[in-house]
Every structure is written in C-alpha cells, then in structure tokens.
C-alpha cells in the first residue's frame, strides 16, 4: 500500500508550522524512510529512532507526529511536524519528554502540591508570573496513524465528522 502522508514542516525554519491554518502551501507528503532520514531539526534529531536496515523491509511502517517543544538553546517555543517510524510498544512522546527531562504530568502535579503544601513565602513567584512558558508547560507530543493527523485539518476534519453523526443519529 501507499505511504502514510503526513505534515512535514518547522517552526524555526517556517512560522507557519506553527499554524497550519495560517499557510495553505504546507502540504502532507509521502512518509518513507528516505524522506525521515533527510530531516534535519534539533527537535527530529532528538526524536529519531533508528532503523536497522537488514533488507527485508525497505518500507518499514510509519506514523505522524506533532511535537511542540522549547529548544533548549535559543528558549523559543518550536512546533514540528514529521514522519516517524512506528515503534510498537514503544511510546516515542515519553521517550522524547525524557531526553528532554520533561516531568510526566502527574510527577508535576505532585510537585506542585507538595510546594503548597509546604508554602513557599513567597518565594519563587517571579518565575510563575512571566509570560514565558516553562518547557514542561509548553511541551506537546501526538503520534498518529493516518493520512494528514498531524495537520489541524485533520483534527477539524475529525470533529465535523462526529458532529455529523450525531446530528444523523438525532435526525432518524
């Protein structure tokens, strides 16, 4: 069968990546290998898995994913897009919020109840009220299995459906 299409586009680079609503001349592409292995943002190479090629499979299965990230050196928020190998059982978003050293959010949410807990007195607060996101806050990872998931057409797209069928539902 054909290859999963996906966005493929960042931030950094092009500003629409961001908001794809904003920029109609970004359009899904044919994921292959050739095609992952020729990306190249700090953002996909941290996230890349690698492939071990003994020629059995020369088109292994693929996914899309949508990550948003602070890079670590300019401290600007990145959105990327891109092709991804499928990693089975492995969760390619929590190994990438690791290499990022990005708490799950259940290990934030504990961490915060515990600073309340034991009362700040005032300290630290300048940090919570800057208008800057923390890389926890603004950390976002998706992977999906079909054509233009990574796209927010395809969430738009999503929605309308069931909203579609719910009216249909209601209507008979």
Not at 104 to 130: L, M, T
Request: with cysteine; net charge negative; aromatic share 6%.
């Amino acid at each position: 069968g054909a290859a999963i299409q996906c966005f493929v586009c960042d931030s950094s680079d092009n500003p629409s990546c961001a908001d794809l609503g904003s920029n109609t001349t970004i359009m899904p592409e044919e994921c292959t290998l050739d095609k992952m292995k020729s990306l190249d943002t700090w953002l996909f190479d941290l996230n890349k898995f690698s492939y071990f090629d003994n020629g059995a499979n020369k088109f292994p299965l693929m996914n899309c994913q949508k990550v948003v990230a602070k890079d670590p050196e300019t401290r600007k928020v990145v959105t990327a897009r891109f092709c991804q190998l499928d990693t089975g059982d492995s969760d390619a978003c929590e190994i990438l919020r690791t290499k990022l050293r990005i708490p799950k959010i259940e290990d934030r949410d504990q961490r915060q109840q515990r600073r309340k807990n034991q009362g700040n007195g005032g300290h630290g607060q300048d940090a919570a009220d800057s208008e800057e996101p923390s890389a926890e806050e603004a950390f976002f990872c998706d992977i999906c299995k079909t054509d233009r998931c990574n796209g927010a057409a395809a969430i738009t797209l999503a929605l309308g459906s069931i909203l579609a069928m719910i009216v249909l539902q209601l209507g008979c």
